[in-house]
């Protein structure tokens, strides 16, 4: 039981009632090992194409991917956005038109390689959900932290990935996964319009390598 739980079950026959609005959220998931083994195969598979381009990231590089068969859509993005949707109201315009009978579908998908230095500054991606999962980490947040360039800093963000929004009353709110090797596997779904960003790691000669995918709604067909 969490503290807002706690708290209901203490107050429940109280006249004093907690009020927590409904707010947006995302989900997170640890992938399976035939999840991660069918992602790695669409790496080794990957387009010969620079998508740097496409993105808002100072990275070395990016490449398309493919879900062949659809078989990442099917058997993890669908199911995942159906329990987001149980959990979180549909309040973007984008979500307002999926309601009206438009199937969503995967539009892209893409692979990083982030190298030390590097990073993605704050965005947000178009459709009507996005998400990130984390393949291989070579560096830890702790060590990251001792480092000269951050061990005065009052900040947790070096080597992170971060979400941003404004709360009820206003003030700007992060959310921050450190960055560990216990973050290889786990995935992240969002709404598209959700802002975040990743922070450079020092010190590490290995990539970071994650991908990331946007789910559009198609208004060509009904569902």
């Known amino acids: 039981m969490n503290k807002i739980q706690e708290l ?33 195969k669409c790496v080794d598979n990957k387009g010969k194409k620079d998508y740097r381009i496409k993105l808002a990231g100072n990275i070395s590089n990016s490449r398309l991917l493919s ?4 078989w990442f859509w099917n058997n993890t993005i669908n199911p995942l956005i159906k329990d987001y ?15 009206q009978n ?4 995967l539009h892209q998908m893409w692979v990083n390689y982030q190298k030390q230095n590097e990073f993605n500054p704050m965005h947000v991606h178009s459709g009507v959900y996005s998400f990130v999962i984390w393949m291989k980490i070579p560096t830890n947040y702790e060590e990251q932290c ?9 900040s947790e963000f070096i080597s992170n ?16 996964y450190a960055m560990n090797s216990d973050m290889e596997g786990i995935m992240l779904l969002f ?5 975040h960003q990743v922070y450079p790691f020092y010190n590490c000669d290995g990539d970071r ?8 709604t198609n208004t060509a067909k009904n569902g």
Request: glycine fraction near 4%; proline fraction near 6%; aromatic fraction near 12%.
């Open 8 to 40: 209901f079950s203490q107050k429940e026959h109280s006249r004093n009632k907690p009020i927590i609005p409904i707010t947006q959220g995302w989900m997170q998931r640890k992938l399976n090992e035939q999840e991660i083994e069918y992602l790695w």
């Open 67 to 70: 879900d062949r068969g659809d």
């Open 85 to 99: 949707e149980k959990y979180f109201p549909l309040t973007t315009p984008e979500a307002t038109v999926n309601n």
């Open 102 to 105: 438009h199937p969503l579908y």
């Open 146 to 154: 001792k480092l000269d360039i951050a061990r005065s800093s009052n």
């Open 161 to 176: 990935f971060t979400f941003s929004y404004t709360d009820m009353l206003g003030q700007i709110t992060d959310y921050t």
């Open 191 to 195: 709404p598209a319009k959700l802002t």
């Open 209 to 216: 390598i994650s991908i990331s995918g946007n789910i559009l």
